[in-house]
Nanobody, 128 residues
Framework: EVQLVESGGGLVQAGGSLRLSCAAS?????????ITWFRQAPGKEREGVSC????????YYADSVKGRFTIFSDDAKNTVYLEMNSLKPEDTAVYSC????????????????????WGQGTQVTVSS
């Protein structure tokens, strides 16, 4: 059974940092995958924030977070992380990770229907 479990959310002041974790089970990060962090705030569309894939190992970022967020993986722990720096109140949202085990590329990372597996989400709140 494939599962994704997020953790690391919380309350932080503007300018602060958080590290989110997406722990995967039922598949290995040594196999083919694309994993994307999404976020959704009340009344707003779900936004693809960052993606990492097995094909090139690079991180991909939405313009709204580029230069502030970093995605990386730890194969030994089978976990993908999102390091969030210089946080802004506009970053407040529920953050979820999603896995595509068929198309191991980050092109179209924001296309939600490509992802078969989703985590439950973790709340990030940034105060002004």
């Amino acid at each position: 059974e494939v599962q994704l479990v997020e953790s690391g959310g919380g309350l932080v002041q503007a300018g602060g940092s958080l590290r989110l974790s997406c722990a995967a089970s039922g598949f290995s990060l040594g196999d083919e995958y694309a994993i994307t962090w999404f976020r959704q705030a009340p009344g707003k569309e779900r936004e693809g924030v960052s993606c990492i894939n097995s094909s090139d190992g690079r991180g991909y970022y939405a313009d709204s977070v580029k230069g502030r967020f970093t995605i990386f993986s730890d194969d030994a722990k089978n976990t993908v992380y999102l390091e969030m720096n210089s946080l802004k109140p506009e970053d407040t949202a529920v953050y979820s990770c999603a896995a595509d085990l068929k198309w191991p590329l980050c092109g179209g990372m924001g296309v939600t229907y490509r992802y078969t597996y989703w985590g439950q989400g973790t709340q990030v709140t940034v105060s002004s």
